[in-house]
């Protein structure tokens, strides 16, 4: 593969292509973080920020990204426009109150360029696992085999097999595709949205390019106040990464937040508006059933879900069966013509460390594995969410009996959480849980921030809850060994031993943080060349001192000890090391036995 | 056990004692945070604050703390008061310059009540082991086992068994005892410590109270710059907890920066000065061998390990085996004088994912279950310091190989960081590895603060780490399902199922951010009342919802469904459950089928 460069910097890092092997189609280009180093080499890192991070893209949240996928999508030719839904007041939970805040200035729902809906043709499932399944390889498919640097076959047959999903509805060609399965790069969701509290358009949108600006893999708009639909145009229309939604909150506001008042009829509406504007995957709670309600009775607390407890109310009120779940079939045919991928919502996940692992939460999970069968029948991609509050001992279950049940399907955790007891920080007390259920094989986590339980995330939460996330994901690449994911730990690390300050703030998750923090210990400029870590100070350093080391063994290579590079090589051969040690102590010696670390060195 | 109030207050919280059964020593009286639940109910938490807390003493850092022990060391007679060890100008590094900083208006080391110092009666070891082996059971214990709500026979056994240790010099009388063992609560450290490039004495002083405040159960004064002894002397006087040093950094500083002209005499002189200022454990790093150093030769990071990085230079600059290993059992009989606990340092620990569980930390590791023999045979107790950078797959190996190679002494470990590649947030990547490894049976874990790798860490870096480190030893607990460790998470899920806002805030690990970061999104003084969580807004409420369910279908026990509380209950029996809640769904409707939530309420 090649790389394009969108422009050149002597230092830091910059914006860069990957295109396919020659004669692959040009309109592929995988965008990636270009780390210069000081010693000339580059680091390459995946880059979920979009053309915002491209001085050579000129962006305007006012007309949108361009869009990327679009010819791609028409060139299939099984899809078709159609004028659509009608957008109508209630859309934006404008029924009874007049327009206000967000909608200033503008003339439209979005400026931009308008378009109209697009589906598949009748009777033609449009998804990608529909494409996998008949041995297609799609442009999406290339994509994300470039991005994460495997075979394109490798990544058509997670998604045949259901072990992976695309998330790309056909109305949002401006992403740039991703995939999410367990053989690939664990991936991070934030959730943003306003409620009724607080929060406008702008800041949603503002939210989504700061949230990928981090590394945030999806965004998901969890919306529940007024211009629902407007502020979900906005942050389709300027969002490089696949967005979800849970269908069920705008569904609420239509019947003005009577769960009760809910019909199918106007939840089937709310989908169909939502998948006409692009959102790429729904949170779908169907497995919450009428049976399901009485085992949570007993619990410490209850139903944390917001989707689970409207629909258990919904049911309680009717003693019906859930409608969602009643209308499966119905609704996979909706999500299939449009590439909409589900989210099976965990409604019943466990809120405290008391609830986890209990018969409620699990008797969701084996009626959502019967839920992920009936949704491949139609060829909707599929992952399953989980919970929730566990402790580190009950966390395995989780994610073995999903893999059993949902048939290696996605799982898609939200932490979990590992103890109760620390409000305002349960991006650690979840980061933890989040690292394991990862390592395991938890294909994506819905980050947490440190707001979580307390109120609504600013922009620093936002960013400290994707950097907690991507801290966590990695950790988890790292020990399944993923392909290439110790590459970057490696390269910072030769940075902090080579004291290349310039080069560890430059390959850090937060290279800002990273370097503020080293400035207010050592301000001056040359302090970040100087060869002395700020905790040692510059008169003892025992990075300095194993240079030393190095300088005095390392070149024992060359009398044979250690030769190999197998450390256990140096056992056994005592006299051999010592034999090596003695013959370099002279040049250790005659190097001043120098532990110290003049600063000008 | 009874409990004795310092004061009490309405509301919140307030230091408490408490103290033995009927006839036990009045002097025993353990200190607990005491929070007082809105519904009348209390919970007691562990409390490591000391008497700063407990408005009741008056505390002064020129004066220092009660010398709470003093009756109980005088009264086992074993012990003798001495003139002591000379304090010299060199033991502050003040050879070369003239004093400064910190000692100002001070007209001695330290103005409080001059005590001599005290040690064991020629040839009888004052260990808290020799005791226990003795089958005595010391106040100290008796203090310890109230603390841990475990018999004192429990702790008895465990420090006879060498599985736990009470760090307790017969000169740091000011401590209020605690036990570090894996069958007991995770303990957390904090590192203080000013270096040549900042900070002051009363800094040193006031981090340590600061940490202490948050829940760090020892602190470690690692000061590596002027002053040494006098910060050292400040902190102790005034520290309701543990002490710990590195000797080995104060003796470097002695000889001018110098690794190679250290020698048994200097460190011993160190070891005893040290011993006598009241340094309940140390690290020593006697693991570092002159046969490992080639080990490190071909590793990413190499040394990273101050202690050990000094002692490998040593070792390379004279050829010859380390002066700590050839004299650890004179240093042995110097510890068991004062009781002062080992700490062996792990010196060759790794720096960076790449150099993870390699030859080199574990031949060190199996040196040290050797020395781990040699101190218990002196009646030294004794813990084992570990890593450091490991990847989530490798950190068990770690905790197995240690308990199983030092006979199951504590194991005390820095993290371990679960990736390289985040500077600013490794008190996250390190937490991580921390929670898993003290499940798995680490018995204390050191803090890793924001600042590592990077810089000194101050008053915010210091509680970020210690609150990182609470949430880590508390989820261990949970996963080791230590007795009554859920009380806490459970506590605290109630109070926020009932919206008993007040009470969330106080049981937080952080009250202070949990409250401020809830006012930001709802300021209003009611709403710290109000039945609804500011995620969802007055309007919707999961939690709320969850209330109605248990108002419809808890009745239903009364009906016979789900009786035994055994959700399985319910299942099998369809009937029943449909019986139920049809009989129920009436009054559900009868209530309005409130979702709702009237913001008066």
New interface residues.
Partial sequence: MTMQDAHTRGTGWHKSYVTGPTGSRPDLRVPVRQVHLTDGRDVTLYDTSGPYTDPSVDTDVRRGLAPLRENWIIARGDTEEYPGRPVRPEDDGLRHTAPRGGLRNLDAVFPGRPRLPRRGRPGRPVTQLAYARRGETTPEMEFVALRENVPVETVREEIAAGRAVLPANVNHPEIEPMIIGKRFLVKVNANIGN????SSIEEEVEKMTWATRWGADTVMDLS??RNIHTTREWVLRNSPVPIGTVPLYQA?EKVD????ELSWDVYRDTVVEQAEQGVDYMTVHAGVL??H??????????????G???M??WC??H?RESFLYENFEELCDILAAYDVTFSLGDGLRP????DAN???QF?ELRTLGELNTVAKRHHVQTMIEGPGHV???KIKENIDLQQEICEEAPFYTLGPL????????DH??S??GA??IA?WGTAMLCYVT??E????P?RDDVKTGV??Y???A???D????HPGA?E???A???A??EFRWED??N????PD??R???D???PAEPAKTAHF????????C??R??????R???G?DQDG??QD?A??A??GS?EE??A???A??AE??AAG?R??LPIAD
């Fill in positions: 409620s009724a509290v607080a529940t106040g609420l937040g009577r769960a009760e009428l049976r309600v009485p085992l949570t009775a007993r619990r410490k607390t209850g139903i944390v879900s917001r689970g407890s409207i258990a109310a309680l009120a003693h809120g405290s460390i008391a209990d018969e409620a008797a402790p580190m001992h590992t103890t109760d007891i620390a409000p305002a920080y650690i007390t980061g933890i690292a394991m390592w440190p707001k339980h307390l109120g609504l600013d950097i907690t991507k801290i966590a990695h950790a988890a790292l020990a399944k060994g110790q970057w730990d490696d910072l690390s030769d902090r031993f560890q703030f390959l850090a998750l937060d943080t990273a503020a923090f080293h207010e210990t050592l870590c700020s905790m040692c100070g510059p008169k003892f025992s990075m001192i194993s240079h030393d080391i190095r005095a063994h390392g024992a000890v250690d590079g450390p256990g140096a056992e005592e090391i010592r090596g040690m003695a370099k102590s250790f010696a036995n532990v110290y």
